[in-house]
T-cell receptor
Framework: GENVEQHPSTLSVQEGDSAVIKCTYSDSASNYFPWYKQELGKRPQLIIDIRSNVGEKKDQRIAVTLNKTAKHFSLHITETQPEDSAVYFCAAPENYGGSQGNLIFGKGTKLSVKP | GAGVSQTPSNKVTEKGKYVELRCDPISGHTALYWYRQSLGQGPEFLIYFQGTGAADDSGLPNDRFFAVRPEGSVSTLKIQRTERGDSAVYLC?????????????FGPGTRLTVT
């Protein structure tokens, strides 16, 4: 089955700096890579995703890049703000069986943005 | 529109008791997933429903866990003879349809504590 590795586990940046979180996946058949932001005690919130037919996607201050050859994808946050502080999870779909798309998650990155 | 909702938000039960956790998906979403999240970890897949049927229950840890979705909307996760190791946040997610590249939206979760 699919295996997703995520690093770093913790990341501390100064407000205004950029933050980068990296994930690798094992199954070359994976075609969809979402990123979730989870604040303490809250639900995982889908913030951006990328499909395997593109190499990069941007949405305001966040972007995701995908390297299918190397089987890794990254989340980039520019001009970080204190409200970006949260745990971020990457994920990839399990690829067996029929139409299901249950996600395999990384272990998460705790991002702290210091004012 | 309304997002995914889950009840109760917190459940404390004694070891050996039976519990039911409820999930209300986004209206019209045919695919529904249950995940379990332990402290400091990413969500782990339990079971997937497409419509009324459990299309994939391979993530259920043992036969004490069971889930239903009788009318293709609300789902209930049932845990018999609870154990302390069952303590976790149980998350539900829904998507417009099944598939490996379809956005999943999470509910706020039910925090289960088994004493």
């Amino acid at each position: 089955g699919e295996n997703v590795e995520q690093h770093p586990s913790t990341l501390s940046v100064q407000e205004g700096d950029s933050a980068v979180i990296k994930c690798t996946y094992s199954d070359s058949a994976s075609n969809y890579f979402p990123w979730y932001k989870q604040e303490l005690g809250k639900r995982p919130q889908l913030i951006i995703d990328i499909r395997s037919n593109v190499g990069e996607k941007k949405d305001q201050r966040i972007a995701v890049t995908l390297n299918k050859t190397a089987k890794h994808f990254s989340l980039h946050i520019t001009e970080t703000q204190p409200e970006d502080s949260a745990v971020y999870f990457c994920a990839a779909p399990e690829n067996y069986g029929g139409s299901q798309g249950n996600l395999i998650f990384g272990k998460g990155t705790k991002l702290s943005v210091k004012p | 529109g309304a997002g995914v909702s889950q009840t109760p938000s917190n459940k404390v039960t004694e070891k050996g008791k039976y519990v039911e956790l409820r999930c209300d998906p986004i209206s019209g979403h045919t695919a529904l997933y249950w995940y379990r999240q332990s402290l400091g970890q990413g969500p782990e897949f339990l079971i997937y429903f497409q419509g009324t049927g459990a299309a994939d229950d391979s993530g259920l840890p043992n036969d004490r866990f069971f889930a239903v979705r009788p009318e293709g909307s609300v789902s209930t996760l049932k845990i018999q003879r609870t154990e302390r190791g069952d303590s976790a946040v149980y998350l539900c997610a829904s998507s417009a349809h099944g598939g490996r590249a379809v956005e999943q939206y999470f509910g706020p979760g039910t925090r289960l504590t088994v004493t």
